[in-house]
């Protein structure tokens, strides 16, 4: 059974710019979240995707947007970075209603 | 407003000795706890969880309890090893709820001396 995995592992990008993060769930999960954790905090839900479609949504201004791909694979995007949005950004998959969500190792993005 | 409190920030144990790590929450529509321990540049790993029907569950040498009156949990290490020294995370989550969001504590960093 493979795990959830996320690329890139790190990301260093500038005030102003576009990224894009890429998640794969963990076999046969069908519903992923996405999570940003600041330095000394914990991680904060971004939003959640099931059957393609946002399932949920933190406190999250629009400019964090996201994706799910038929086999259940995901990509965050966030627009006009902010030197705020520097954080480890997670992602978790589970069975939806599914008590436990499972995650990635995450990706440490670097805004400058 | 910080819906799940892990007030503690570290905490340090002698091997062999029992760790507990605490965690308070305000919001009484929460109605599913987890543990998660998380060690550097690695995600989150689940330990142990418990539904708010129950107020103990065993794992191992793990322990939850969870106290609904006093919408408090705490978890248990016994005995602690060294390999137990990483931040530990409460997480809560509200079962019927539209989706299966996670709210998280800060975290407490457990230290275990050999």
């Known amino acids: 059974e493979t795990g959830v995995t996320q690329s890139p592992t790190h990301l260093i990008k500038t005030r102003g710019q576009q990224v894009t993060l890429r998640c794969s769930s963990q076999s046969g999960h069908n519903t992923v979240s996405w999570y940003q954790q600041a330095l000394g905090q914990g991680p904060q839900f971004i939003f959640q995707?099931?059957?393609?479609?946002?399932?949920g949504r933190g406190n999250f201004p629009p400019r964090f947007s996201g994706l799910q791909f038929p086999n259940y694979s995901s990509e965050l995007n966030v627009n006009a970075l902010e030197l705020d949005d520097s954080a480890l950004y997670l992602c978790?998959?589970?069975?939806?209603?599914?008590?436990?969500?499972?995650f990635g190792p995450g990706t440490r993005l670097l805004v400058l | 407003d910080q819906q799940v409190k892990q007030n503690s920030p570290s905490l340090s144990v002698q091997e062999g000795r029992i760790s507990i790590l605490n965690c308070d929450y305000t919001n009484s529509m929460f109605d599913y706890f987890l543990w998660y321990k998380k060690y550097p540049a690695e995600g989150p790993t689940f330990l142990i969880s418990?539904?708010?029907?129950?107020d103990k569950n065993e794992d191992g040498r793990f322990t939850v309890f969870l106290n609904k009156s006093a919408k408090h949990l705490s978890l248990h290490i016994v005995p602690s090893q060294p390999g137990d020294s990483a931040v530990y995370f409460c997480a809560a989550k509200w079962l019927t709820g539209a989706n299966s969001k996670l709210t998280f504590g800060k975290g407490i960093t457990l230290s275990v001396r050999p």
């Open positions: 418990i539904s708010s029907i129950k």
């Open positions: 995707y099931y059957r393609e479609e946002e399932n």
């Open positions: 978790a998959s589970s069975l939806v209603q599914q008590e436990t969500q499972y």
